[in-house]
């Protein structure tokens, strides 16, 4: 039952920054595992980052180095960093929360990345 808005994207040159935001409601957030997946067209959703409510956040090797996943819980906001983008990361992002049986999705945020 919890919903997910996510925001930040946008167009940007190769090189350039952006930082996504994702809001939970409806359900206590610090319990949650949190994590960011985007889909290019014709391509399957791929996981990008992940934070869990206790341990290491993971990230894809494609984005390793160059993107943080962290969270705000007393904002109910988990974020995504991205610095020095790149044009295969051209993507709807999307935001995802998981604990137990619940399993929560955002309506995504396109980012692209194009000179």
């Known amino acids: 039952q919890v919903q997910l808005v996510e925001s930040g994207g946008g167009l940007v040159q190769p090189g350039g920054s952006l930082r996504l935001s994702c809001v939970a409601s409806?359900?206590?957030?610090?319990?949650?595992?949190m994590g960011w997946y985007r889909q290019a067209p014709g391509s399957q959703r791929e996981l990008v980052a992940r934070?869990?409510?206790?341990?290491?956040?993971n990230y894809a090797d494609s984005v390793k180095g160059r993107f943080t996943i962290s969270r705000d819980n007393a904002k109910n906001t988990v974020y995504l960093q991205m610095n020095n983008l790149k044009s295969e990361d051209t993507a709807v992002y999307y935001c995802?929360?998981?604990?137990?049986?619940?399993?929560?999705w955002g309506q995504g945020t396109q980012v692209t990345v194009s000179s």
């Open positions: 995802n929360a998981l604990y137990g049986r619940s399993d929560a």
């Open positions: 934070i869990p409510s206790i341990g290491r956040s």
């Open positions: 409806g359900a206590i957030f610090s319990m949650y595992a």
